[in-house]
């Protein structure tokens, strides 16, 4: 995939196993970490919008590498986004499965807790603090043997739910640029499946 680049453009390469940009390669069984994220940020003249510009960001890091990538347009229908969306397509399909794989592992398997943004996973469930100005804080949990809702991916952020009389509502808000947010739906259907 052709990055284009203020000066000169560079390449990211996905092979079977690996993926190379700038002479850093990253297997893919090595990845510790996946982001994306997309903004758009429209400038105002006395409050009339006069121009909008996107941003478009992936991650991919590893224990000894991290390759990540800033594409910016002036238009959301732009060859940025497409780039983007490549990007995105392929670490989804490739990358995504092992670390919901090794996080499914490391919970089930080693008994270990993992902490995606302010969420922590575990054997029982995922469970967030809930803070308290006058107190004591109370830890908050969604058990696995609940009703379990998908989490969804909306406006950069990864919204995970809880079961309220048979309704889903809001658990947690996770910005998609933090790591590993966005393997969520996947992590969270993989959990629910193995117990």
Not at 37 to 54: F, L, Q
């Amino acid at each position: 995939i052709e990055i284009p680049g203020t000066f000169r453009s560079s390449t990211v390469v996905f092979k079977n196993s690996f993926l190379e940009h700038k002479n850093k390669r990253i297997f893919f069984k090595d990845v510790l970490s996946i982001s994306f994220d997309s903004s758009a940020t429209t400038t105002r003249a006395y409050g009339v919008p006069v121009s909008t510009s996107y941003a478009y960001r992936w991650s991919v890091i590893s224990e000894k590498e991290n390759i990540s990538l800033s594409l910016s347009a002036s238009r959301e229908d732009s060859n940025q986004k497409d780039i983007w969306v490549k990007l995105v397509g392929l670490t989804a399909n490739l990358i995504e499965p092992l670390i919901v794989k090794r996080i499914v592992d490391q919970i089930f398997d080693r008994g270990e807790a993992v902490k995606i943004g302010e969420v922590e996973f575990t054997k029982e469930g995922y469970s967030k603090m809930k803070f308290k100005l006058f107190g004591k804080n109370e830890r908050i949990m969604v058990y696995w043997t609940d009703k379990i809702y998908i989490p969804k991916l909306h406006q950069g952020q990864v919204i995970l739910w809880k079961d309220e009389d048979g309704k889903s509502d809001q658990f947690a808000s996770i910005p998609m640029s933090v790591s590993n947010a966005v393997v969520l739906p996947e992590l969270v259907q993989a959990c629910y499946n193995r117990i």
